[in-house]
């Protein structure tokens, strides 16, 4: 008994799986049906059958889709997506076409065929065949001695007859009673989906053209051209073949091109914010420089100050322990003090002529005279010196007059920090005529002196970037 309950289990399995699935088989048969016919709507509407040679479109079915039920299942096809789209939202519950069939003289009454299938699902969730016909019948019921469907084609029929006569067929159906059997088609054909077909007994059937030989019907829908046109329809096929192929290669160069200029406009872009980024950090750098540069030497005069301030205070402190009589005394000794030590920084400053005698300088001899000049003004200051004011004067190459020979010692005091800010402008990576000429016009007065005092890499470098901005210049006036 447990045996046969499970084969009796397994057998009621196998038939749930199975009735599924053919049902699932013909539901989708079904959708593919109706997706089909929209092709086939589009083939008709714009008459894309004559670019193949067929005169109308049911030679079209007749020759292509002879073996898909040919002109007449793709007009009922027709007639079902017709349905379908004027029923709207309700199209959807209309499966397939033989639910549609029943509905199709509702078609140019859209009112009354939503009403059949809102009536139809009110008496079966899921209608069948019979359930929209029924409902039909009960919106709009059909006269007395009319068919209940309507059968008139969607599309004018070709009169011409499908098979000539005189022609041998054979029954290739197996569901016809004379499967196998062969006749002769002697008669014109009554309509373009059946044939008069004589037997050898001198039976004459009304045969479908679907039971006939299907390589005899296709050949009365075969296309056909004169024969003057095959050459020119070979070379047109063989021209419009090479102009695909040219237009994808267009197609195939343009794409690439246009990645390409992408790309490179990216890349532009890229460097172009680079560059604004380098020339921003750089303006940042110097305006932080600056500002070192302003906080040292606040730095350096708080500390002098300082330092004076503290110095007041003794000279403030000594004044009121010490008598008068002392603190001129003490004056003296400062002044004598003050004196001496501006006659030995004098002295500190001046050169030893008989060691430059014994040794002359091999470089920087131009220093050396400048210095040497440098002392003989300090030393006529300090001895008030004509002879030394006037041969400071000469080496100098200024006025003998103590004005100038002061100014020019001030200008000459200035050439190491010139020399120090300007390699710190021409040790930079990238520098511009604009970049040396602020720092170089505060020194514009001692060019001379400290134009000798560089290198000829460096000078090369600042003509080098005043070449640049005359160019430069040039070109913007041009533009």
């Not at 080496?395 to 190491?416: D, K, N, Y």
């Amino acid at each position: 008994m447990l045996t046969l309950d499970r084969e009796e289990t397994k057998s009621a399995l196998d038939y749930d799986l199975l009735n599924s699935s053919i049902k699932d088989t013909f539901a989708t048969l079904d959708q593919f049906e109706l997706q089909a016919v929209e092709l086939c709507r589009l083939m008709h509407d714009e008459q894309m059958y004559r670019i193949a040679g067929y005169k109308n479109f049911e030679q079209y079915c007749q020759g292509e889709l002879h073996v898909y039920g040919g002109y007449r299942r793709i007009n009922q096809l027709l007639g079902a997506s017709k349905v379908i789209v004027a029923a709207g939202e309700l199209g959807s519950q209309i499966k397939n076409e033989r639910q549609a069939r029943p509905l199709l003289r509702l078609a140019k009454e859209p009112e009354k065929l939503i009403a059949a299938i809102r009536l139809a699902l009110e008496s079966n969730p899921d209608p069948t065949e019979s359930d929209f016909a029924a409902a039909a019948n009960i919106v709009a019921p059909m006269p007395r001695g009319k068919k209940p469907f309507h059968s008139e084609p969607l599309v004018p029929k070709n009169q011409e007859p499908l098979v000539p006569k005189n022609v041998k067929v054979t029954i290739s159906s197996p569901e016809h009673p004379r499967y196998g059997e062969s006749g002769v088609i002697e008669a014109s054909a009554p309509n373009n989906s059946q044939q008069i077909v004589t037997f050898a007994d001198g039976e004459r059937l009304l045969v479908n053209n679907t039971d006939l030989d299907a390589a005899i019907v296709s050949q009365s829908s075969q296309r056909t051209y004169p024969p003057e046109y095959t050459e020119a329809i070979a070379a047109l096929k063989e021209q419009h073949k090479l102009e695909l192929e040219r237009l994808e290669q267009e197609l195939r160069i343009g794409l690439q091109a246009e990645v390409s200029a992408r790309a490179e406009a990216q890349v532009s872009e890229q460097i172009q914010s680079m560059h604004f980024l380098y020339k921003e950090q750089k303006e940042q750098n110097i305006q932080l420089q600056q500002r070192l540069d302003e906080m040292e030497g606040k730095r350096l005069l708080e500390t002098e100050n300082q330092q004076l301030h503290q110095r007041i205070q003794e000279l403030e402190h000594a004044l009121q322990e010490r008598p008068q009589q002392q603190w001129g005394n003490t004056m003296t000794q400062q002044a004598t003090k003050v004196l001496n030590k501006q006659v030995l920084q004098a002295l500190e400053k001046t050169i030893d002529l008989r060691q430059l005698a014994l040794e002359p300088p091999k470089e920087n001899a131009t220093e050396c005279l400048r210095l040497m000049g440098m002392a003989l003004k300090n030393l006529s200051v300090a001895m008030n010196n004509t002879q030394a004011l006037e041969a400071a004067a000469i080496i100098l190459g200024t006025s003998p007059t103590q004005l100038a020979v002061a100014t020019r010692t001030e200008q000459l005091q200035l050439l190491p920090q010139a020399i120090r800010e300007i390699r710190q402008v021409l040790a930079r990576l990238e520098f511009t005529w604009q970049d040396f000429w602020a720092v170089a016009e505060k020194y514009e007065v001692i060019k001379a002196d400290y134009w000798d005092l560089l290198t000829t890499e460096e000078t090369d470098l600042i003509t080098q970037a005043q070449k640049n901005s005359e160019q430069f210049s040039l070109l913007t006036v041009n533009s």
